[in-house]
Structure formats: C-alpha cells, structure tokens
C-alpha cells in the first residue's frame, strides 16, 4: 500500500521536526549517536502512544509477566527501534562496523551462498528484530543482491528520505503495491534472492498461532518458495549487551510442507528467539488484534 501522494500540515510539521532531531543526531560521534537514539525514543514513546500500545500487546502474549517487566520490555523495544532507525541513516558507518566484525553466521548461511552461486532463488523471513539491516548489509558484502519487500511511509516527505537511505544500503527494493509485487516475482524467477518479513497481522492471513495465540499470518513467503522451489531461511540478528553489535544467524531452511505448515515453523522460530530476548522485537506492532 503506497502513502499519500500530497503531505498534509501534519506531514509536513512531523517530517520537519524529525530532520531537525536527525541532523542534531547525525552529528554526534557515532557510539554517542546510537545510545542517544535508544535514551530519546523512551522518552518519546509514552508520549507517542507506543509504549501503551507494547504494554497492551504484551500483556496478550505474557500474562504471567508482572506490569513492571511489561513496561521494561516496551521500554527496551522502542529503544531498540530508536537505535535501528539512527543506523538506517548512518549506513557508511553502519556498514563499515558491519564488514570489520563480520557478525554473519548460522546453519543456513552456507545453503544460501550456495543458491546465489547456483543462480537459484531463496527467500529470507526476517523478523521486526534486533536490527535487519545487518544482513542486508552483510549479505551485499558478500556479493548477494538481496531485494526488499517494504511498505511506504505515509508520510510521502519522510518517505522521500527513509527511502534513498535504505537505497544506501543495498538494492533492489520493491514497495508493497501491484507493481512492486510484479518486480519481486521477476526478481525471484531470475534467481534472485528475496527478505519478506512476515511477523505483522495481515488481514485475511492464515490463522496460525503465536505465543500460543491466533495471530493471522500471511502465507506468502512459503508459497512463492513452493512455487519457484526457492529454500525459505529464516533469519535473526541479535543486539547485543553493548548496544551497538549484533550476532547475525541465518537458521537451517524451513522444510517444505505445506504453506500454513512451512509458516507456522516460521512463527515458532520467531517465538523462541522473541523469548529469550524480549525487549528487540517491535512489540507496539498490533500482531494481535481482534
């Protein structure tokens, strides 16, 4: 779904506010600019709403969890995506941290090496966790063109630079309309490998379960790896305790079955990395609603 086409007054103020906070942000030095970040967006996510909206998602998932830890996971949430969305606009840096440690790891990593050497296609399911952006990084290092499925902004001005900052990182990108699906699917059949996150509601997805929970989830990255005999990998990248690196896992491929099969695996790989590290994933996303 693409976002407006004109800015309203909202908009416009919004975006102006947000350049203001990225310019001040962007030049700090960057360990500073980081932790900075995570402080700024707990300040502001009790005021925006997001913090409420954790809590409440939360206390869904993890009933037995006591309100204070709820309200320390969200905290650490919102944290971790204020630190995300500082490294999206610090991508040279970002990136050469990335290549000097070499985080990449994990069971399926030499399986996808081996389909991009092979000209075959594979898909990778992110979850909203820790921070995608190193395997998007990682990968380009290794010479894999990774495309990118994502949804516009709403805001067309903030989309006018979030865009051209993920651009920085690596190509292609396909938004999440009719012709971007198009380009994903030649994308695929040209060998290409592909990141569609799945762990967001989906209206009229598949009723699976997460957290033992009825969670509609859509069942495409499972079908177009039936359907193009692409392996379906799903992949995690870890903050870790200093706030800064990551540990990047590509987990051994989803064994092929069938599409709500293939996919529930997908949602209980997510839960088990999700409880041990609580306070990365985006719980103000609305994974559950009624």
Do not use: C
């Not at 906070?21 to 932790?35: D, H, K, S, T």
């Not at 993890?62 to 650490?76: F, G, K, V, Y």
């Amino acid at each position: 779904m693409a976002g407006r086409e004109t800015p309203t007054l909202l908009d416009r103020v919004g975006d102006g506010a947000f350049r203001a906070l990225l310019r001040r942000g962007l030049a700090m030095p960057y360990e500073r600019r980081i932790a900075a970040a995570g402080r700024l967006g707990r300040r502001l996510g009790g005021v925006a709403g997001y913090r409420a909206r954790a809590m409440e998602q939360l206390a869904l998932a993890r009933p037995d969890l006591s309100p204070q830890d709820r309200r320390r996971i969200a905290d650490e949430a919102i944290d971790n995506a204020a630190r995300s969305l500082i490294e999206h606009y610090s991508a040279g840096e970002f990136a050469a941290r990335t290549a000097a440690r070499d985080p990449l790891t994990g069971p399926g990593l030499p399986a996808l090496l081996t389909a991009r050497d092979e000209g075959r296609p594979a898909i990778l399911a992110p979850a909203h966790f820790g921070n995608f952006m190193v395997f998007r990084t990682a990968l380009t290092q290794r010479g894999v063109r990774l495309g990118v499925l994502y949804r516009p902004m709403n805001n067309p001005l903030f989309e006018s630079h979030y865009r051209p900052a993920m651009e920085a990182i690596s190509t292609p990108l396909f938004p999440r309309d009719r012709a971007g699906t198009a380009a994903m699917v030649r994308h695929l059949r040209g060998g290409g490998i592909m990141a569609i996150a799945p762990d967001q509601y989906v209206k009229g997805g598949a009723p699976l379960t997460f957290f033992g929970l009825p969670a509609r989830t859509t069942l495409s990255p499972a079908e177009l790896a039936l359907r193009y005999d692409a392996p379906l990998f799903t992949a995690h990248a870890i903050r870790q305790p200093d706030g800064l690196s990551f540990e990047a896992r590509i987990d051994e491929p989803v064994p092929q079955s069938t599409p709500e099969e293939m996919m529930q695996e997908v949602n209980d790989r997510f839960e088990a990395v999700i409880r041990r590290h609580m306070g990365q994933w985006m719980w103000f996303h609305r994974r559950w609603k009624a």
